[in-house]
């Protein structure tokens, strides 16, 4: 049964930046596609961004692009975000997910706050 961390959250003040982490464990990571996606208070979950098994390739939402990058380490069996020039509307809880598979984890909150 897949199982997944999230970690790294924290309350950080605009233009801060945040490492979030996301250890998974039940399945083939390295072979799987890996999701980040974020819910605001009072807002439905939305795509953050996505990367292929093996890193093959990246995908980021506008609002994340040029500010968080995702990455991943298969031998670690462990995925990343890193934000950078976080702003206000970026605070969520933030969730990893392994793609096209209702596994979701507990997720970790992240406040943008001066």
């Known amino acids: 049964q897949a199982h997944l961390v999230e970690s790294g959250g924290g309350l950080v003040q605009p233009g801060g930046s945040l490492t979030l982490s996301c250890v998974a464990s039940?399945?083939?990571?390295?072979?799987?596609?890996m999701v980040w996606h974020r819910q605001a208070p009072g807002k439905d979950r939305e795509l953050v961004a996505y990367?292929?098994?093996?890193?093959?390739?990246?995908y980021y939402e506008d609002f994340a692009k040029g500010r968080f990058t995702i990455s991943r380490d298969d031998l670690k069996n462990t995925m990343y975000l890193q934000m950078n020039d976080l702003k206000p509307e970026d605070t969520a809880v933030y969730y990893c997910?392994?793609?096209?598979?209702?596994?979701w984890g507990q997720g970790t909150q992240v406040t943008v706050s001066s």
């Open positions: 990367i292929l098994s093996g890193g093959r390739g990246t």
């Open positions: 039940g399945f083939s990571f390295s072979a799987t596609t």
């Open positions: 997910k392994r793609d096209a598979y209702p596994d």
